[in-house]
């Protein structure tokens, strides 16, 4: 059997790349200046490919695939911004904004103006609701502006932590990111390493003194709720 | 709530030590009984199947969330689920539903202040040619079908019944007696087509018998069978596995629960003989938990086939063995997409996998991997005792041999068919099932991800090319026929139910798009300036960024009558 190509050539956007083997689609762009948008990819967690707002479009193929995933391979024409893909992340990106509280979504704003997704597209359409967690003395948990993109339950799984405190419950639209049988943090196993709050895009996760400050809580009172919670806090559990 | 030492939390215990050391591909039957004997899995079975199969609490938790027949707090004792899909929804389900809740006092959703019943709404239970149709679970006793429906029967705590309407243009698969019940191994017969692979084939040999008979799957992929087999074949890697997908759960399809209930030997056979053809010692047959009755049967054929030495260990003293598993689903349709089985059978949230690596080579636990649907593995006897060029005596030269199709909805005789393909819709309705009642409007082809074809197009045979051609799609041979007394835009609203219920969530064009979908079909009748822009623009996305299979038939149906009667569809 012949050694495999331990480069690939292909064509994105009409340029021609040459690049190592086992590249993804996106990295390869990435390093011709063609930039693809993304959510749910990050350097620290295994891609999923859940977002699909980085889809492009290989040999006008009947699907769109995910950048983030798909690796490069010899002869590819890749389309990364035609009619066909421009479509789906508009549609993705209104989609989403009708659901979900993006005003702490920078990135996602910025892929709103330049997909030029109507913010009013969906009128009517049910949002996902879910009352601020305030349970622990380290960070906030704002399920509204939840975009479902896993990466704090996978760092708090086997991408980092092996901690296990979240999962997701239910399904579809419903599915959201929760403890078992939601208890507060402090009774889950977390152990508050503040590797979720570090991954999340949207700041649904946010440092508690971040938000207090947003609250309009003066640093003290804030200090002051953190230590009341700290002491009801349980001991870390040793396995 | 139980406290540390009460009898519950001993029993539980008993109950999970049954499942020690199996690992975490315990979880779902463990899961099963702990619903069945407790109504619903808590906290603290929560914590003694985590320590005892060890797996986080957390993940428990979101597997239970996942089964829409898991409940993780106290429901009724007894759940009624009754079946709001379309062909139940003609059949007078929403009355039926109504009544009920009337009789008990309680609304869609709600439980009986005694604590006694819980009614639901749901989606297809598989019993379309009986509509409408219920699932009843009673605590400690688990799962029974009442098709149709009777009220009086349900809240007697009599057992449930549904007999099928099956008809025979080939008579292979369903040709002889019984019909009602299923057939035994004496009535069966010794496995011959197994005893001939066993004793005159090389497992390359069998494959080559599928490959020549053309025979390709019958879930709905039609992926070529025996090339499937080659593949896995040849794939490095031990064990192999063989996986036969019993999960039919596409609304309007029923033809897997015949096949279940009264030929459960035929597929058995077929299974062992795909397992020698592939080098697998190890089957499972993952059946949805709606199926209580096609799940007792097949376990009573396993028993029966494992005592007669046609499976187990050293089968007819070939030296090889098979060991074939039972594994119930817990209310999910994405579980018929075949990763997202995988991932079920092996304890997890049932999410579909990214594809590539395909289940030939990396499939259940990660191995090389055969899955089958029911239906193709009940062809494959046939072929091994008969030949391909037998199976393609029927057909055409790219749809060979015979299929099952389930047709519901208004014609006189609902119900499965075995037909040649390449006979026309028209014969289907017209002389099988003796005619459409009332004045026919629109045939759903291929179920809920199917497409819908006019009155004037059902002289279209039945092939998987011709129906292609005229952008439809045979899918697993779901047939609902509907009359023009039915308001289409009624059809297309439970259409948008089914996907909002079924999307996993996994990826984001479907699990937000069945939603906002499903809101505008909702107001079909009252629509917002926009709508129809909406409708296509949500339906191109979920069919060409969706992560899996069901995200990219969501919105077939939907566009397909968009196409047909633009006019339910103001912009
Ligand atoms: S802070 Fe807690 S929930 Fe977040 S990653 Fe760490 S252990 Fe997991
Ligand atoms: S909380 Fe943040 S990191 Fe976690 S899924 Fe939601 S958006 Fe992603
Ligand atoms: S298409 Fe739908 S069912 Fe499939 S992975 Fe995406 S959300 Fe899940
Ligand atoms: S970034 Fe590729 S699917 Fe989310
Ligand atoms: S059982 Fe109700 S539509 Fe299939």
């Known amino acids: 059997m012949a050694e495999p190509a331990s480069t690939v050539t292909l064509t994105i956007d009409g340029q021609s790349v040459t690049v190592p083997a086992n590249t993804t689609i996106l990295e390869a762009a990435r390093s011709i200046g063609v930039d693809i948008p993304t959510i749910c990819a990050h350097d620290a967690t295994t891609p999923r490919g859940l977002c699909r707002l980085c889809v492009v479009d290989i040999n006008r193929g009947r699907l769109l695939q995910p950048a983030c995933i798909v690796p490069c391979q010899d002869g590819m024409v890749v389309e990364t911004a035609n009619e066909r893909v421009r479509t789906s992340r508009r549609t993705i990106l209104e989609m989403l904004h009708s659901a979900v509280d993006l005003s702490q979504a920078p990135a996602i704003q910025r892929y709103m103006a330049e997909y030029g997704a109507d913010p009013q597209r969906f009128p009517e359409g049910r949002r996902r609701e879910h009352p601020v967690l305030d349970d622990n003395a380290f960070y906030i948990r704002d399920y509204n502006k939840c975009v479902m993109c896993w990466r704090c339950m996978q760092v708090c799984a086997e991408d980092a932590q092996y901690i296990f405190a979240l999962s997701i419950d239910a399904r579809g639209f419903s599915s959201h990111i929760t403890t078992a049988f939601d208890i507060p943090m402090p009774e889950s196993t977390c152990v508050f390493c503040g590797q979720c709050v570090g991954v999340c895009p949207t700041n649904a996760l946010k440092p508690k003194i971040e938000w207090g400050l947003e609250q309009g809580l003066s640093p003290d009172q804030i200090r002051e709720t953190s230590r009341g919670m700290r002491r009801r806090q349980k001991p870390i559990r040793v396995e | 709530m139980v406290d540390q030492t009460s009898p519950e939390l001993v029993t539980l215990e008993r109950l999970a030590a049954d499942f020690a050391g199996r690992g975490r591909d315990a979880l779902l039957p463990a899961l099963w009984a702990v619903q069945t004997a407790y109504g619903y899995i808590g906290p603290e079975a929560v914590r003694v199947l985590s320590q005892t199969l060890d797996i986080p609490e957390a993940d428990i938790y979101g597997v239970i969330g996942f089964y829409s027949m898991f409940y993780d707090r106290p429901a009724g004792r007894t759940i009624i689920r009754v079946c709001t899909s379309p062909s139940c929804g003609l059949a007078g389900a929403d009355r039926a539903l109504h009544t009920l809740c009337d009789r008990l006092g309680t609304v869609p959703g709600g439980t009986t202040p005694d604590g006694q019943y819980t009614v639901e709404q749901t989606t297809c239970l598989g019993l379309c040619e009986h509509a409408p149709a219920a699932l009843v679970s009673r605590q400690g006793a688990g799962e029974q079908q009442y098709a149709p429906i009777d009220i ?249 041999g015979i299929k099952l199709v389930a047709v519901s909805g208004h014609v006189q005789r609902p119900g499965v068919y075995e037909i040649p393909l390449g006979v026309t819709l028209r014969h289907v309705l017209e002389a099988l099932c003796g005619g459409v009642v009332g004045e026919l409007q629109a045939v759903l082809m291929g179920g809920a991800a199917g497409t819908f074809l006019r009155p004037e197009e059902i002289d279209v045979r039945l092939t998987f090319e011709d129906l292609r051609a005229i952008g439809s799609t045979l899918g697993s041979g779901a047939i609902m026929v509907f009359n023009d007394t039915v308001d289409l835009r009624d059809v297309l609203r439970r259409i948008g139910e089914f996907f909002q219920h079924e999307s996993c969530g996994k990826c984001y064009p479907c699990q937000l798009g069945t939603q906002r979908q499903k809101e505008i079909l909702d107001r079909l009748a009252t629509p917002l300036p926009g709508d129809r822009q909406r409708l296509a623009d949500i339906g191109q996305t979920m069919t060409e960024s969706s992560l899996c299979g069901l995200g990219q038939t969501a919105a077939a149906a939907v566009l397909s009558a968009m196409r047909q009667w633009p006019e339910l569809f103001p912009a």
């Open chain 2, 152 to 400: 009086d029967a349900i809240l007697a705590g009599q057992p449930g019944h549904h007999n099928g309407v099956i008809g025979s243009m080939t008579r292979v698969l369903l040709r002889d007696l019984p019909t009602d019940r299923a057939q035994t191994l004496a009535e069966y017969g010794e496995y011959v087509a197994l005893q001939r692979a066993l004793s005159d084939l090389m497992p390359e040999e069998v494959i080559a018998k599928i490959e020549a008979s053309g025979l390709v799957g019958r879930g709905g992929a039609a992926f070529p069978t025996g090339l499937k087999w080659s593949f896995t074949r040849r794939a490095p890697g031990t064990p192999h596995y063989v996986v036969c997908n019993a999960d039919e759960s596409e609304p309007g399809t029923f033809k897997d629960r015949v096949l279940l209930e009264i030929r459960p030997h035929l597929l058995l056979e077929g299974l062992a003989i795909c397992a020698y053809a592939i080098g697998a010692e190890q089957a499972y047959i993952f059946i949805r938990g709606e199926y209580p009755l096609a799940t007792e049967r097949l376990q009573q054929a396993i028993a029966e086939a494992e005592a007669a030495g046609y499976l187990g260990e050293n089968i007819l003293g070939s030296g090889f063995s098979l060991h074939v598993e039972v594994r119930r689903g817990a209310g999910a349709y994405i579980c018929g997409e075949e990763t997202a089985l995988f991932e079920a059978i092996e304890g997890k949230r049932g999410y579909p996998r990214i594809k590539p690596p395909f289940p030939t080579t990396h499939g259940l636990f990660g191995k090389p991997t055969v899955i089958n649907n029911v239906e193709t593995l009940c062809k494959v006897p046939g072929i091994i005792n008969r030949g391909g060029r037998w199976f393609r005596q029927w057909g055409t030269d790219l749809s060979t």
